[in-house]
């Protein structure tokens, strides 16, 4: 997967993997920890569509990572070695259908792999039936990692995004968005 992301960034963008900062210095994003949350101050033309994760106990926006966007005012890529991990986790129930939301998009189409938190290995994977996918959550109890990967177009722009996303399956807890653990270890077997 994050092998598809940085080729798909090459593929879509010449130049993707620097960018200028705000005080105008250019760095290599792979060099940087991947952002927590969308840029607010910064053009909403030049910052990709947030992805969200939406359930009976509450909404949550992805973790922004790899990106490029491309437009008749606009041309950004951002670079990263690989998706950061989620900073909090949807609190769902086993067989509870959640919403995989990508915002303000006009058309959108991509994949979302499953792994358990903390592990490389994916479990399972999806495909995203456009902007909005609604998806009955078929995973044992656990902590999981949504690793999503969406080539999209607004109004004005388009590109491609990457971000993930936390999922807490338990039947038992209150539906609810809490933060993520700080070292998840994966489950060895």
Not at 117 to 128: A, K, N, Y
Not at 159 to 184: F, K, M
Request: net charge negative; charged share 20%.
């Amino acid at each position: 997967m994050r092998a598809l992301v940085l080729t798909a960034c090459l593929v879509l963008a010449t130049g993707c993997g620097a960018r200028e900062t705000s005080s105008g210095v250019s760095t290599t994003a792979a060099d940087e920890p991947p952002p927590t949350s969308i840029d607010e101050d910064a053009d909403d033309e030049q910052q990709p569509p947030p992805f969200v994760l939406a359930s009976v106990g509450g909404r949550q926006v992805g973790v922004q990572s790899t990106y490029c966007i491309t437009g008749p005012n606009v041309g950004t890529c951002a670079d990263y070695v690989e998706i950061g991990p989620p900073r909090t986790l949807s609190v769902v129930r086993p067989g509870e259908t959640v919403q995989l939301v990508l915002e303000d998009v006009s058309t959108a189409k991509g994949s979302v792999s499953v792994l358990r938190l903390g592990c490389d290995r994916q479990l399972s994977s999806l495909e995203l039936a456009g902007a909005t996918t609604d998806w009955a959550v078929d995973l044992e109890p656990g902590s999981y990692e949504l690793e999503v990967f969406v080539v999209f177009e607004t109004a004005s722009t388009n590109g491609d995004t990457s971000a993930s996303l936390g999922l807490l399956v338990d039947e038992s807890a209150t539906p609810e968005v809490v933060p993520a653990p700080r070292r998840p270890d994966c489950p060895s077997g």
